[in-house]
């Protein structure tokens, strides 16, 4: 457990060092009603509708990449699936639903191309922070609710 922890902490030293483009790592946007988000709670789960782990690469409010999950012994990695430019413009009806950001955290990239590697193993990819607004209002962890992928509210920041 000590050697995983000084691994850890040296690939997170790593990737401070090296002067790349930093992008966000972040679940694909979810869309949840407003009513829900004021009543948000200690323990709460959010649905978000997906069956698989896929990720976003975000630069500002773009969308850079769409990435999958993969290992190389027993490192975690990501792989760039698809490039995108796509704008987080919220598409959904305003008065009902909010925009939600789930992110792990920020890589950097010498390169965004399809089938290019990036070392994730500095990032905890069971912690998420959320967004809406551009603003946090929560911390959780990934959880796993009849075969779908959810976010189990650890604490919320109003």
Sequence with gaps: MKHETQANRLAEMIQDR???PAYELALPLVEVRRSKLKKLEIDDVLLTGFDRLECILLEGSTVCARTAFGYVGKRSILEIVHLSDDSME???DRKKYKTVKCSFGSVKSKVLEPKHIID???IDLEKVTLFSEDKKIAEGVLV???AEIAI???KVIK
């Design 90 to 92: 919220q598409q959904s």
């Design 144 to 146: 796993n609710v009849d």
């Design 120 to 122: 994730i193993a500095h």
């Design 152 to 154: 189990q509210i650890k």
């Design 18 to 20: 090296i002067h790349y």
